[in-house]
C-alpha cells in the first residue's frame, strides 16, 4: 500500500485549499500516480503558529510503478506547481505533499520510509484512519487508529470534517 499525506493552508492557482487537493489528486493521476482511494477532507489548526490560516488534509492510497525516489519526485514537482515554495519548516503553503508508506518499507532515505513523524501527527492519523483502517506502521505494527489513540486528546480532537 502507498500512501500520500496531502495539506494546505494558502490558495493556490487551483483555488482554496480544499480544491488546490483535489487538483494536485488530478496532476497526480497524469504524473503515472493511480488515485485509488482518498479520505474525507480535514481542517486543522496550524502548526506551530496557530494564528496561520487552518490547514485543509487528506491522505490517499495510491499505486504506481515509479520508485519512491522518483515517486517523491513527482510530489515535489506537483507541489512546486500549484506554488509551493520551500521556505521555513511548517511555513504556510500551498500544497504538501508527503509520502507516508510505500509497500511497508522501510528505508533510511531519502525518502525516508515510513514516513519519521506519522505516529505525531492527528492531522495524518485521522485521515489515514479513514483511507486505510488496516494499515499497519512497518516499524511498530500499530494502525493508525492505535497511534491516534496515543495522542492528546486535543489533538485528535483538533482534526474536523470539511462540508
Given at each position: ?7 494546505g493552508n494558502l490558495p493556490s492557482r ?89 509497500d511497508g518499507r522501510k528505508e533510511p ?55
Amino acid at each position: 500500500m502507498i500512501l500520500i499525506a496531502l495539506g494546505g493552508n494558502l490558495p493556490s492557482r487551483a483555488g482554496a485549499p480544499r480544491e488546490t487537493l483535489k487538483a494536485a489528486l488530478e496532476e497526480l493521476d497524469h504524473r503515472a500516480v493511480k488515485i485509488v482511494a482518498v479520505s474525507p477532507y480535514y481542517v486543522t489548526p496550524a502548526w506551530p503558529d496557530p494564528k496561520d490560516p487552518p490547514f485543509v488534509n487528506a491522505v490517499a492510497r495510491v499505486e504506481t510503478a515509479l520508485s519512491p525516489a522518483t515517486l517523491l519526485a513527482q510530489l515535489h514537482q506537483t507541489e512546486t506547481s500549484f506554488g509551493r515554495v520551500r521556505s521555513t519548516r511548517n511555513a504556510p503553503r500551498t500544497l504538501d505533499l508527503d509520502l507516508l508508506d510505500y509497500d511497508g518499507r522501510k528505508e533510511p532515505g531519502p525518502p525516508e520510509l515510513p514516513h519519521p513523524r506519522i505516529a505525531d501527527r492527528a492531522f495524518v492519523l485521522v485521515p489515514l484512519a479513514d483511507v486505510a483502517p488496516q494499515w499497519r506502521h512497518p516499524q511498530t505494527g500499530r494502525s493508525a487508529a492505535e497511534m491516534l489513540a496515543a495522542l492528546p486528546e486535543k489533538d485528535r480532537q483538533a482534526a474536523r470534517p470539511t462540508s
